[in-house]
């Protein structure tokens, strides 16, 4: 790309045209030219095995959880089972914690790349201040924390209610 460019600005097409070649032949190696050290093309492996499998772990223990309320609901004993209930609360936040580990395994997963070989993420830097990033996450934070204590709350006084014969079943 260099030598393509001062070929351009010294207006020698010939050198541009050989250039070019040598670029359109290397084009799909051209964001590895970014990197100075080869080891940083190498993603977080560790992080990525094991948010994959706390997110799949998280995956089947909400299957589990669902066949097995589905069964005892069927049979008409949920309500017998409180244990149950509880389970089914408490595992409201391991949804959150599975949809994060899922992020997780795509963002670590594609690194270094923002486009596979062509733009490592060190290339594609944002102007945002570093202000506007901490307003915005400490926005999600407040919101999604809002919506788990109000969901948190629904739940338990539902679950607390019980049911009652001859309603919504």
């Known amino acids: 790309m260099k030598n393509f460019k001062s070929a351009k600005r010294a207006g020698n097409n010939l050198a541009a045209d050989s250039a070019m070649v040598v670029l359109n032949e290397n084009f799909k190696y051209f964001g590895y030219g970014y990197f100075d050290n080869v080891h940083d093309a190498i993603p977080p492996i560790k992080a990525t095995f094991y ?8 995956g089947m223990w909400f299957i589990l959880l669902f066949i097995v309320m589905l069964t005892i609901l069927l049979r008409k004993g949920l309500d017998k089972k409180r244990w149950l209930l509880y389970a ?7 949804a959150y914690l599975a949809s ?3 992020w997780l395994v795509a963002e670590f997963g594609r690194q270094p790349w923002v486009i596979q070989d062509l733009m490592p993420t060190s290339a594609a830097v944002s102007h945002l201040t570093t202000g ?6 400490a926005l999600f934070a407040i919101t999604f924390t809002i919506l788990l204590i109000a969901d948190i709350k629904i739940l338990s006084k539902q679950i ?3 049911f ?3 309603g919504a079943k």
Do not use: D
């Open 100 to 102: 994060e580990m899922g």
């Open 51 to 58: 948010s994959f499998r706390i997110m799949v772990g998280l």
């Open 164 to 166: 009652k014969e001859g």
């Open 88 to 94: 089914g609360v408490l595992s409201i936040p391991l």
């Open 132 to 137: 506007s990033v901490q307003l915005t996450f």
């Open 160 to 162: 607390k209610l019980g």
